[in-house]
Nanobody, 122 residues
Framework: QVQLVESGGGLVQAGGSLRLSCVAS????????IAWYRRAPGKQRELVAK???????DYADFVKGRFTISTTNAKNTVYLQMNSLKPEDSAVYYC????????????????WGRGTQVTVSS
């Protein structure tokens, strides 16, 4: 069983920075995709950034140049460095991991953390 625990959220003024962390436990194959999503009140969940097992990254247009996703060498922790924060970045941020599990009972696996609140004041 995979567990994801986010931390690092909080209250920050516009223009400030936060770094979110997602600690993953359990068996996660190297061929995976770990992503950060967010959901603001009254809005749908949206993809913020993702990182593939090989290290390739991808970002939503609205965070390009401001946010950076990265992992530790052990790849058990994923970070989201958020700079130049805007009030519209306020949301609950969720960590997600997606991979294909091999074996007789294998299949696509998709896990979520419980989220961490980010609030950006104007």
């Amino acid at each position: 069983q995979v567990q994801l625990v986010e931390s690092g959220g909080g209250l920050v003024q516009a223009g400030g920075s936060l770094r979110l962390s997602c600690v993953a436990s359990g068996r996660i194959p190297s061929a995976n995709v770990i992503a950060w999503y967010r959901r603001a009140p009254g809005k749908q969940r949206e993809l913020v950034a993702k990182i593939f097992g090989g290290g390739t990254t991808d970002y939503a247009d609205f965070v390009k140049g401001r946010f950076t996703i990265s992992t530790t060498n052990a790849k058990n922790t994923v970070y989201l460095q958020m700079n130049s924060l805007k009030p519209e970045d306020s949301a609950v941020y969720y960590c997600n991991v997606n991979f294909y599990e091999l074996g007789p009972s294998g299949g696509i696996r998709n896990y979520w953390g419980r989220g961490t609140q980010v609030t950006v004041s104007s």
